[in-house]
């Protein structure tokens, strides 16, 4: 059993950063892929960006490529996603997840993940 906490959501102005994180708990966070995922009022829950369990391979959505990262911290069982160059069309709850899949080493679908945080609102002002 995995339990996840997002942290570091806020309103920022358009052109700012904001750096998330989730903390994991539990003795195999090192096994598990990790994603983000958000959802805006009225959308449904798309993808961001998502790291293996070793940080061997990253993905991201087309809309946060070049301006978010993803990255992890095995040892403190923590990923993080910084976010630069924030667009009002970032606005979102923002959730972390974690999966594991046999034979599959990342996750872009909410399908493929088995564990959720709670959220964190991210609000982008223009």
């Known amino acids: 059993q995995v339990q996840l906490v997002e942290s570091g959501g806020g309103l920022v102005q358009a052109g700012g950063s904001l750096r998330l994180a989730c903390a994991a708990s539990?003795?195999?966070?090192?096994?598990?892929?990790m994603g983000w995922f958000r959802q805006a009022p009225g959308k449904e829950r798309e993808f961001v960006a998502a790291?293996?369990?070793?940080?061997?391979?990253?993905h991201y959505a087309d809309s946060a490529k070049g301006r978010f990262t993803i990255s992890r911290d095995n040892a403190k069982n923590t990923m993080y996603l910084q976010m630069n160059s924030l667009k009002p069309e970032d606005t979102a709850v923002y959730y972390c997840a974690a999966g594991l899949k046999p034979k599959l080493l990342i996750g872009v679908r909410p399908n493929e993940y088995d564990y959720w945080g709670q959220g964190t609102q991210v609000t982008v002002s223009s």
């Open positions: 790291i293996s369990w070793g940080s061997i391979s990253t």
């Open positions: 539990g003795p195999t966070f090192n096994n598990y892929f």
